[in-house]
């Protein structure tokens, strides 16, 4: 029989259907990718790039020239715009402010055919150390509530997509309603239970051991018990932090690997590497405000989800907002965790 599950975190039922699909009955394109005769990304044609605002580089090497492993830059075509103020103002029964934020890109390596997992770690420690050299430094703008890195591998038609690999930074002047959910059902949880909701998760996860697909010393990798989509794992520390800036050396090592290890089941599942999306989950910038924030590095917890994108939503799950789930998450992690 199907089963319907409830998702804690984000307070929705999702149907788990009994007859899971396995790996084989997900109808996956390789995804074309452009060469890097046309790409401006590329180490060498760091002027035909808007300025770098951060890089991890060789030592001797300046801004804006080759010798940088990672680098950051402003989005060519930027959704939100870093000068000018929020101008928060009603229009009749409505609301509206201006789009103040930043956009970046966060440029993962000198080379254009390298795939995340195949990158090596010490590439992906230093990819690591971007993400949150750019999150320390946003933060401190207050305008900024919250600060969104994640990665596309499949080509946006209407945003920016590149064959590169790069991650993307947005930081908007409002919490999105995804991250604003967590936030709310982990405080809800812990006003009741005095527990961060992700721990008792973790520790839950830990001792049924059947969604598991990888434990690393800093880290658990698991298929969430009631997940949106098929396969969709996360990657979660087992200290508690609500902050990813607080992430430790050690835990930026191990994250790297723990990064590299599901990209690389993932493509052995599939055969092939299914486009993906990973994002990360932090807490958001602690804009001082009457009674808020006071319990959020308690009962929040940061993490990574990373959602291979196999199928696309129906009209009852886009219109009801109840998802299917095609694959049980404990079928799906014991492929994961067997590749
Ligand atoms: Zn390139
Ligand atoms: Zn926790
Ligand atoms: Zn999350």
Not at 116 to 124: F, K
Not at 291 to 313: A, M, S
């Amino acid at each position: 029989m199907n089963e319907l599950r409830k998702d804690l975190i984000h307070g929705r039922w999702i149907e788990v259907l009994s007859e899971s699909k396995s790996p084989s009955e997900y109808l996956l394109e390789t995804v074309k990718r452009s060469t890097e005769t046309t790409c401006v990304l590329c180490q060498g044609r760091e002027k035909e790039t808007p300025k770098e605002i951060a890089s991890i580089r060789r030592t001797g090497t300046a801004p804006n020239t080759p010798g940088w492993w990672v680098r950051a830059i402003p989005s060519f075509k930027p959704l939100f715009q870093v000068e000018g103020n929020l101008d928060r103002r009603a229009v009749g029964i409505y609301d509206r402010m201006n789009n103040i934020g930043a956009n970046e890109i966060l440029i993962e390596s000198p080379e254009h055919n390298i795939k995340p997992e195949d990158m090596g770690l010490d590439q992906m420690i230093r990819v690591i150390k971007l993400y949150k050299d750019r999150v320390g430094d946003l933060s401190k703008d207050l305008r900024l509530r919250y600060i969104f890195i994640f990665k596309n591998s499949i080509i946006d038609p209407c945003r920016e997509s590149f064959s590169h690999p790069v991650s993307f930074l947005i930081a908007t002047p409002v919490i999105p309603k995804n991250i604003k959910d967590e936030l709310d059902y982990a405080k809800q949880y812990y006003d009741y239970k005095e527990r961060c909701i992700f721990c008792d998760i973790i520790r839950e996860e830990l001792k049924v051991g059947e969604r598991i697909i990888l434990e690393t010393r800093n880290f658990l990798c698991f298929c969430p018990y009631a997940s949106s989509f098929p396969f969709e794992s996360w990657i979660i520390p087992k200290r508690h932090n609500c902050d990813f800036h607080a992430i430790s050396g050690e835990e930026v090592e191990d994250m790297g690997l723990a990064i590299m290890n599901i990209l690389q089941r993932l493509k052995a599942v599939f055969k092939t590497e299914p486009p993906f999306n990973y994002f990360l989950h932090t807490a958001p910038n602690r804009v001082p405000r009457r009674g808020q924030w006071h319990t959020l590095g308690d009962d929040y917890h940061w993490h990574l989800e990373i959602i291979p994108r196999l199928i696309v939503k129906s009209g009852f799950e886009l219109g009801s907002g109840l998802f299917i789930q095609t694959t049980m998450p404990e079928k799906a992690a014991k492929y994961l965790r067997e590749v």
